[in-house]
């Protein structure tokens, strides 16, 4: 029997279990959560900045760059599946399962995009460009949580999260605080410009019941049941995890790799 919070309802009300793709999505992003203490240090924006002040490129920076190469095709994949600041948020919403309450300050996120990119800039420009490379920066053995004042830093965003989490309900975060997103939405607006084949979503409207069980399951609080009846499912705040895709019982949403 799963727990009570990983079941999801069924249009005419009984409790489905989640597809194998969302068991699979789930067990990363939580994975990837329980892995924070370690990690932190190498997907925290203030660790590189400081780094990139000294002319280091950490393990971080490259992350990041990675990340950005992947949303050419895969788009918002790294926060569906990855994330672990996206697991915390998943692992909130199993816990107090509270809606999101507004979507009215999510241009706050392009103001700390600007803000921490612009300084990772500058960073680099005053050191005079990168000129060594520390992998573990700030870690101990590649142990983000084991260096000096590593359970400060890792508070930190953890407490900001949770703060998110509390005030806005799901993923209040993603929605309104995180820079990652805009760089992963400046990565997908590429690829929608130069149309090479990319995950996409795609909908058929006339097999839709309207049941509302996508919009319901959909971590990001989309109205993916009007994007199905625009047959528009493009969208910058989706994270393609294809929750949509696996709740529909019409099979009214598909999921994959091609040209849209
Ligand atoms: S929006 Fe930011 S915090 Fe949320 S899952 Fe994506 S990268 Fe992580
Ligand atoms: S629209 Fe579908 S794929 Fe996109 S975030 Fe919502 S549930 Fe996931
Ligand atoms: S797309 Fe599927 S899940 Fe969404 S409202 Fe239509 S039938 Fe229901």
Redesign the pocket.
């Known amino acids: 029997m799963k727990p009570e919070s990983l079941q999801r309802e069924s249009p005419e009300g009984k409790k489905r279990e989640p597809s194998s793709r969302q068991r699979m999505r789930l067990s990363l992003i939580i994975l990837s959560c329980i892995l924070y203490p370690v990690t932190f240090a190498y997907v925290s924006c203030p660790l590189i900045t400081e780094a990139a002040s000294q002319g280091i490129l950490t393990a971080g920076l490259i992350i990041f760059g990675l990340v950005f190469l992947t949303s050419l095709v895969l788009g918002?994949f790294w926060c569906?599946y990855f994330c672990p600041v996206g697991g915390l948020q998943e692992a909130c919403n199993r816990v107090l399962r509270w809606p999101l309450r507004t979507t009215r300050a999510d241009w706050l996120k392009y103001l700390v995009f600007l803000g921490i990119f612009g300084s990772i800039a500058y960073a680099i420009w005053s050191a005079g460009g990168l000129k060594t490379v520390d992998l573990l920066y700030r870690t101990q053995n590649g142990i983000s949580i084991l260096a000096a004042g590593g359970i400060v830093l890792f508070l930190g965003p953890v407490m900001i999260t949770l703060l998110f989490a509390l005030i806005l309900g799901k993923r209040g975060f993603c929605h309104t605080f995180c820079p990652i997103a805009v760089m992963l939405m400046i990565g997908r607006k590429i690829r929608n410009l130069a149309g090479w084949p990319a995950l996409h979503?795609k909908a058929e409207k006339e097999r839709c019941n309207n049941c509302n069980a996508?919009s319901k399951?959909?971590?990001?609080?989309?109205d993916?049941h009007a994007?199905v009846k625009e047959e528009k499912?493009e969208?910058a705040?989706?994270?393609?995890?294809?929750?949509?895709?696996d709740?529909c019982p019409k099979g009214a949403?598909t999921?994959g790799i091609g040209k849209t």
């Open positions: 918002r569906a979503l996508c399951e959909c971590p990001m609080s989309l993916v994007m499912m969208n705040e989706c994270i393609l995890c294809a929750s949509c895709a709740t949403i999921y």
